[in-house]
């Protein structure tokens, strides 16, 4: 079975500082996604970032990055330039291939302090 | 038109209530789900439906009554619930594109239910 653990329940960090969220998992399987959602305050779930366990390119997207490691199972996410909008309940989360369901962590309570 | 929208965004229900939750998108998705978050908690899986037939029940309770009368539209008929069953009820749409190994998943904002 699969398991996704994040280790920060909460963090905060001031406007225009760099945060990394950690998430490590543990799989079996070769073939995987790796996930971070953002859940903002009463908004709705987005996916953020995502990363094909294949490729040994860290994926980005603008402003948010993720450093994979997979002999290591790790896959944390690298704010830069954090804003007040990222305030946010960030899930990391694995899905296999060929499959719908997605395996979540317990998430990460990240504010944004101005 | 990327949007899941779902309906209402609060409930509040009695134990011998029956209510129905409705979940809707006009992506041309062929894959709906719903998920259950409770507070400070992450989603989790309740049903998934391929291509309008139950592809995925996680042993969930015989109150919840999925129905996917379209390719468009997903509801869930609750009956009997419990106060414990009081959650966010998120759904979220697919494409299923067979031959694809990964079809993002697209959520709705979720509805409120609160059982007294």
């Given at each position: 079975a699969q398991t996704v653990t994040q280790s920060q329940p909460e963090m905060s960090v001031q406007e225009a500082e760099t945060v990394t969220l950690s998430c490590t998992y543990d799989t079996s399987e070769n073939n995987y996604y790796l996930f971070w959602y953002k859940q903002p305050p009463s908004r709705q779930m987005i996916l953020v970032i995502r990363q094909e366990a294949y490729k040994q390119q860290n994926a980005t997207e603008n402003r948010f990055s993720v450093n994979f490691q997979k002999a290591a199972k790790s896959f944390s996410l690298k704010i830069s330039d954090s804003q007040l909008g990222d305030t946010a309940m960030y899930f990391c989360a694995f899905m296999k291939h060929w499959d719908d369901k997605i395996i979540f962590g317990k998430g990460t309570r990240l504010h944004i302090l101005p | 038109d990327t949007e899941v929208t779902q309906t209402p965004k609060h409930l509040v229900m009695g134990m011998t209530n029956k209510k129905s939750l409705k979940c809707e998108q006009h992506m041309g998705h062929r894959a709906m789900y719903w998920y259950k978050q409770k507070a400070k908690k992450p989603p989790e899986l309740m049903f998934v439906y391929s291509y309008e037939k139950l592809?995925?029940?996680?042993?969930?309770?015989?109150r919840f009554s999925p129905e996917c009368p379209n390719s468009s539209l997903l509801n869930l008929h609750l009956h009997a619930l419990q106060p414990e069953d009081s959650a966010l009820y998120l759904c979220a749409s697919s494409q299923d594109l067979k031959g694809s190994s990964y079809n993002e998943q697209f959520f709705g904002p979720g509805t409120r239910l609160t059982v007294l």
């Open positions: - | 592809s995925i029940n996680e042993s969930v309770p015989s």
